[in-house]
């Protein structure tokens, strides 16, 4: 497995800078709201990936995550069914965030 992306976008809704009505495409806060979903809940061992928030660029067919999400999932967000699936992936060590990150999918929705 390799990563289409790997390196975070301009406007990544996990950057504390990022407005999240500036991220391109059409944003829409009741579809970033559902991405609720993607969040491994804390305390629960979920060994299996079932959805994963995809970057704002994707078209939906190329398995392009997002990489504020892999970062936040991999890291605090401790997705143990994602660690398990990143081992193989090839170009995971190419990961790259820049700027401050939010730490809660809830601090990446609007105000």
Request: charged fraction near 25%; glycine fraction near 8%; charge should be positive.
């Amino acid at each position: 497995m390799k990563l289409t992306r790997t390196k975070q976008c301009a406007k990544c809704p996990w950057k504390v800078s990022t407005n999240p009505h500036d991220i391109p495409d059409g944003y829409c806060e009741i579809k970033h709201a559902n991405l609720k979903d993607t969040i491994a809940e804390e305390g629960v061992l979920n060994l299996t990936v079932l959805k994963a928030m995809a970057c704002h660029h994707s078209t939906g067919n190329d398995n392009m995550y997002c990489v504020g999400w892999l970062n936040q999932q991999l890291g605090v967000g401790n997705n143990i069914g994602l660690r398990i699936r990143m081992i193989k992936c090839e170009n995971i060590n190419e990961l790259k965030v820049y700027g401050k990150q939010h730490q809660r999918f809830e601090d990446t929705l609007p105000k």
